[in-house]
Every structure is written in structure tokens, then in C-alpha cells.
């Protein structure tokens, strides 16, 4: 039995244009900044996407770049003026930076009424007070690809496969305040294998290659693969071995094409949501 493909790409796009369509009823174009220290190749074609789906919503898009030289007191400098710009309602920053500028410095210097995507300490807290503002977009993604599909957290007992700060950590607080019974798995995790079998819901979330393998799923579970990882040849796989996963699974995020997609998607309307609040 072959799992059903969770069409990301799809539901973005759905989400988008419903974004567009909200934000031209609006007297004022959202404003969303995007600034790009240095010239990571990924981090380049991530950011040009960014600015193009926010300009194909109508938003007021626009990116800074400053180079790989620029100091933390520039970058600081900067956000404090887009804090101050009352035509910038979303302010992003993007992660990783150069070496020397710490991120943590920078993420709590934003607004948090600006920051669309979630990560600055009150926004973090309201999340996990279950009264939250801005919500990280990937993890926010994942549950909207979830509800897509049909499949409902409520009960279920759901894995999450890594704790970063920007998708293990608020992807296990959004899926407890939808009622899934929650386990956190790491790389110190004993049994890796044993606990992702027990999920009914497994988000891979590790960043490593292929990871995940099909003897790792349960019959009928449903797989979202948060991982883009790039092979030697230039393609891009996800945290999962895709068809091997997908010859078990219930249902599976593909990648490319399935939680990516939903990170841009959601960033608009993180910022259509913080516009709403500020205007
Ligand atoms: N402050 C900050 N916020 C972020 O949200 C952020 C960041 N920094 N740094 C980098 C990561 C990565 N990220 C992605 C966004 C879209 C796709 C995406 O659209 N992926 C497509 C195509 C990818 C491709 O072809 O390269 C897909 O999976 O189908 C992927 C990854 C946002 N990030």
C-alpha cells in the first residue's frame, strides 16, 4: 500500500492566494522587510523567493542585503530604523548569519510585533503559554499540511524529530496545544527507531540526510519531512528515505514540493497578521 502524497505546494499556493486576496481588501499594502547578511547561496535563493511571493500577494516587499563584513552594531543599526518604519509591519532576518554577529543579539533586538517569523523571546513564550502571536512558519506550515490532509493531532500520538529553536521546539508546542500527545526526540534519544515506530504522527526535523528509514514508520502514519538537504549531485532529500517511507506510510510530505512551499506561504500571513494588529 503506497502512502498518499501531501501536495505542499498545493496547499501553498491556496494559502497564498487567499493571503492575496485578504491583503487587497486592506487600505494599506503589508510591509515586509527581508534583510540578507552576506552571500550564502541557499540563503540568496530562499530570500528571492521571499520577495517574490510577497510582491505576487500585493505586499510592499522589499529585501536589504548587507555584506558578509557587516558588523552586529550595522545590523542592529538596521533593525532599529525597520522598527521604527511604521510602513514595515514584518521584519526577517536571515538565519544563519555570518560568524562573529550573534543571532540570539539580533533576534531580540526585532520588534516583536514585527517578527513574522515567531522566534523573538515573548513570541516563543506566548506560544508556549498556549496564547500565541506570531507562530514560527515551519512548524505553522506543518499543522496547516496536517489539517490539508485531513489528519487530526487530537489524541494522537505524534514524534517530533529534532529541537531546534526554529522547528523541533514550536512544532512540538503547536502540536500539544491541538491536543496530540507529544514526544521530543533528539540525537541523544535511545532507540531512535523504536520511538519514531510508536508515531501515528512523525515530523523529521533533524536536518540529515535520509535519516528517517521505512522500517522506522509505522503502518499508516503520517510522515512530514521538514528536512531540504542538499546531495553531492545537487538534488534535494529531506530527513526521510522517501521511498522507502512511502511504501509504509498513510500519508507523506515529499521534498521538494512539500513543507518548504508552506514556510513562504505562511510567512505572508504572518505578516498579513502582524499588519492586522499594528494598523
Ligand atoms: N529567519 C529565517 N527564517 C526562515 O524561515 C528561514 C531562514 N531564516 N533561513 C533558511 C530557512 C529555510 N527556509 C526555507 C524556505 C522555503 C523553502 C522552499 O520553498 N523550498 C522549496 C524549494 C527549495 C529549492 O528548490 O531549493 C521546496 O521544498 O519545495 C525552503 C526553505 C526558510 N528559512
Known amino acids: 500500500m503506497a502512502a498518499?502524497?501531501?501536495?505542499?505546494?498545493?496547499?501553498?499556493?491556496?494559502?497564498?492566494?487567499?493571503?492575496?486576496?485578504?491583503?487587497?481588501t486592506?487600505?494599506?499594502?503589508?510591509?515586509?522587510?527581508?534583510?540578507?547578511?552576506?552571500?550564502?547561496?541557499?540563503?540568496?535563493?530562499?530570500?528571492?523567493?521571499?520577495?517574490?511571493?510577497a510582491k505576487a500577494?500585493?505586499?510592499?516587499?522589499?529585501?536589504?542585503?548587507?555584506?558578509?563584513?557587516?558588523?552586529?552594531?550595522?545590523?542592529?543599526?538596521?533593525?532599529?530604523?525597520?522598527?521604527?518604519?511604521?510602513?514595515?509591519?514584518?521584519?526577517?532576518?536571515?538565519?544563519?548569519?555570518?560568524a562573529g554577529i550573534d543571532p540570539q543579539a539580533v533576534i531580540r533586538a526585532i520588534d516583536p510585533a514585527k517578527d513574522v517569523d515567531g522566534f523573538h523571546p515573548d513570541n516563543v513564550a506566548a506560544l508556549a503559554l498556549g496564547t500565541p502571536f506570531l507562530v514560527p512558519c515551519t512548524p505553522r506550515g506543518v499543522m496547516k499540511l496536517l489539517a490539508a490532509a485531513g489528519i487530526a493531532p487530537r489524541g494522537a500520538r505524534a514524534l517530533v524529530l529534532g529541537r531546534s529553536n526554529i522547528v523541533g521546539r514550536p512544532m512540538a508546542a503547536l502540536l500539544l496545544a491541538a491536543d496530540a500527545t507529544v514526544t521530543i526526540a533528539h540525537s541523544r534519544t535511545r532507540d531512535?527507531?523504536?520511538?519514531?515506530?510508536?508515531?501515528?504522527?512523525?515530523?523529521?526535523?533533524?536536518?540529515?540526510?535520509?535519516?528517517?528509514?521505512?522500517?522506522?514508520v509505522s503502518p499508516g502514519a503520517t510522515v512530514i519531512d521538514v528536512g531540504i538537504n542538499r546531495t553531492a549531485a545537487g538534488g534535494l532529500v529531506g530527513d526521510v528515505a522517501y521511498a522507502e517511507?512511502?511504501?509504509?506510510?498513510?500519508?507523506?510530505?515529499?521534498?521538494?514540493?512539500g513543507v518548504g512551499p508552506m514556510t513562504i506561504a505562511c510567512l505572508l500571513e504572518n505578516t498579513l497578521i502582524a499588519a492586522a494588529a499594528r494598523r
Do not use: H
Request: proline share 7%; glycine share 6%; hydrophobic share 55%.
Open 245 to 257: 517511507a512511502a511504501a509504509v506510510a498513510g500519508a507523506i510530505t515529499p521534498v521538494p514540493g
Open 192 to 216: 531512535l527507531a523504536a520511538e519514531c515506530r510508536r508515531a501515528e504522527i512523525l515530523i523529521a526535523a533533524v536536518g540529515r540526510a535520509e535519516m528517517v528509514k521505512g522500517d522506522w
Open 26 to 53: 486592506l487600505p494599506y499594502a503589508p510591509g515586509l522587510a527581508v534583510v540578507l547578511v552576506g552571500e550564502d547561496p541557499a540563503s540568496q535563493v530562499y530570500v528571492r523567493n521571499k520577495e517574490r511571493a
Open 57 to 98: 500577494a500585493g505586499f510592499a516587499s522589499e529585501t536589504i542585503r548587507l555584506p558578509a563584513s557587516a558588523s552586529q552594531a550595522e545590523l542592529l543599526a538596521l533593525i532599529a530604523r525597520l522598527n521604527r518604519d511604521p510602513a514595515v509591519d514584518g521584519i526577517l532576518v536571515q538565519l544563519p548569519l555570518p
Open 4 to 24: 498518499r502524497v501531501i501536495d505542499g505546494k498545493a496547499v501553498a499556493a491556496a494559502l497564498r492566494a487567499e493571503v492575496a486576496a485578504r491583503a487587497a
